[in-house]
């Protein structure tokens, strides 16, 4: 593996923009989104619904977070190019249609999923979420639709209490949440084989048109508020998988987007990993 230093230099750059209130409706209520904007731009040290801390610029960033995804989904259902991974914050994945939560303001993935099939007119998206936290927002969002696979690894017991392998969606979404929740010392025997033996059947089996990532790095070794141990081999080998699901349903297509992840320098080190894998043919099918 290459380096860090020099690797962002060999990579084009998607330019962000602000999400509209009509994309950040996508997925949450108006009245949500006008409690958001109206408590950052009061000066709130955190949002009422939950323990989300803001700052004025919270605003901004979040609408260029959600905006980010949505110019990379652009970018890759229209071939420009073949995968993308969203350097933004805030996160998103436990951002509810209601409810802003766990440093997340809006739902990133969640929008961007609904944007590809809204805009690009595609039915099926996997969303694969290896950040070492249930994503609870994006499991809320789509858990009646049957649209929008989620799948997860996560910490359990931990927060935020949800991910049980019992909640599997309802209805119409009956069956397209799939949750694998480990204990805390999980690492590479776990989750890779989590990813083989559970997301890949099941995947082939919904064949989506579209792979997203909610791509935190908190489930790697070292970080400060996760147990797990991944490597950034690990995260390597994960997106592989990935890539390979992607390869067979989706012509490649795949949009990662940084959730969560405590430790810059981890942070650093698995992200790079994780596009250097994006970013090699070989690992393409
Ligand atoms: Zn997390």
């Known amino acids: 593996m290459q380096g860090i230093e020099g690797l962002s230099e060999r990579f084009a750059r998607i330019a962000s923009r602000r ?4 994309e950040l409706a996508l997925c949450h209520t108006p009245e949500y989104i006008a ?7 009061s000066g709130y040290p955190e949002l009422s619904t939950g323990d ?3 700052s004025p610029g919270s605003w901004e960033a979040a609408l260029l977070a959600v905006g980010g995804a949505l110019n990379a989904v652009d970018a890759v259902m229209g071939g420009i190019h073949q995968n993308a991974f969203c350097v933004v914050r805030p996160p998103g994945h436990h951002a509810t249609p209601d409810r802003g ?3 997340c303001v ?4 969640a929008i961007a999923a ?6 690009h ?3 099926k998206v996997l969303v694969v979420d290896w950040d070492v936290h249930h994503g609870n927002g994006t499991q809320d969002t789509f858990y009646r639709d049957g649209s929008v696979f989620f799948f997860s690894t996560h910490q359990s ?3 935020p209490g949800t991910g049980s392998e019992g909640e599997t969606g309802e209805g119409a979404g009956k069956g397209t949440t799939l949750n694998c929740p480990f204990p805390p010392g999980a690492g590479r025997k776990e989750i890779l084989t989590a990813f083989q033996e559970k997301l890949v059947p099941a995947a082939d089996a919904f064949r989506p048109e579209l792979v997203l990532i909610s791509a935190g790095f908190d489930s790697r070794a070292g970080d400060p508020l996760g147990g797990f141990r991944l490597t950034d081999e690990d995260f390597s080998d994960l997106t592989r998988v990935v890539l390979e699901i992607a390869g067979r349903h989706a012509n490649g297509r795949v949009v990662s987007v940084l959730e969560g992840g405590y430790s810059l320098a981890g942070i650093a080190k698995a992200a790079a990993a994780h596009v250097q894998a994006l970013s090699d043919p070989c690992s393409q099918s």
């Open 121 to 123: 007119g595609i039915r």
């Open 157 to 159: 017991p931990f927060y």
């Open 19 to 22: 999400a509209s209130r009509e």
């Open 52 to 54: 989300t801390v803001v």
């Open 101 to 103: 939560m766990g440093f």
């Open 35 to 41: 409690l958001a904007e109206r408590e950052i731009s």
């Open 114 to 119: 609904r944007h590809a099939q809204r805009k």
């Open 106 to 109: 809006f739902n990133n993935v």
